[in-house]
């Protein structure tokens, strides 16, 4: 089984561990956004469509939706990020400055 590049906790929680690999969060049809060592954004790249791809350009797509993540849309999750910050990301806000905030300045 492959090692996963990023960790659930409760319910709407995912936690970034690999400096090397971003994350692109999946969660229906809202922006798609990626967790960086830097920080967190919505992505504008194009969409890799086979994990292959996703590997060579040192990404891991996360389906919120899939079972062996939360099973299900979430209209709030929590990121902590490796920049030691939490991020909220509000998906019934998506195109407004609150749809992505800072939740904690440091959680570690």
Same mark, same amino acid.
């Given at each position: 089984? %492959? !090692?996963? =590049?990023?960790?659930?906790?409760?319910? =709407?929680?995912?936690?970034?561990? %690999?400096?090397?690999?971003?994350?692109?969060?999946? =969660?229906? %049809?809202?922006?798609?956004?990626?967790?960086?060592?830097?920080?967190?954004?919505?992505?504008?790249?194009?969409?890799?469509?086979?994990?292959?791809?996703?590997?060579?350009? &040192?990404?891991?797509?996360?389906?919120?939706?899939?079972? !062996?993540?939360?099973? !299900?849309?979430?209209?709030?999750?929590?990121?902590?990020?490796?920049?030691?910050?939490? &991020?909220?990301?509000?998906?019934? *806000?998506?195109?407004?400055? %609150?749809?992505? *905030?800072?939740?904690?300045?440091?959680?570690?």
């Amino acid at each position: 089984m %492959n !090692e996963k =590049n990023f960790i659930t906790s409760g319910r =709407n929680t995912i936690i970034h561990k %690999n400096r090397k690999i971003d994350l692109l969060i999946v =969660n229906g %049809n809202f922006p798609v956004t990626i967790v960086s060592h830097t920080g967190i954004g919505v992505f504008k790249g194009v969409m890799p469509s086979k994990r292959a791809e996703a590997k060579k350009a &040192y990404l891991e797509v996360v389906e919120v939706n899939k079972g !062996e993540v939360f099973g !299900e849309e979430k209209t709030l999750i929590f990121v902590q990020a490796l920049d030691s910050r939490e &991020y909220k990301l509000d998906y019934s *806000k998506v195109g407004t400055k %609150n749809f992505i *905030k800072v939740h904690q300045e440091s959680y570690i």
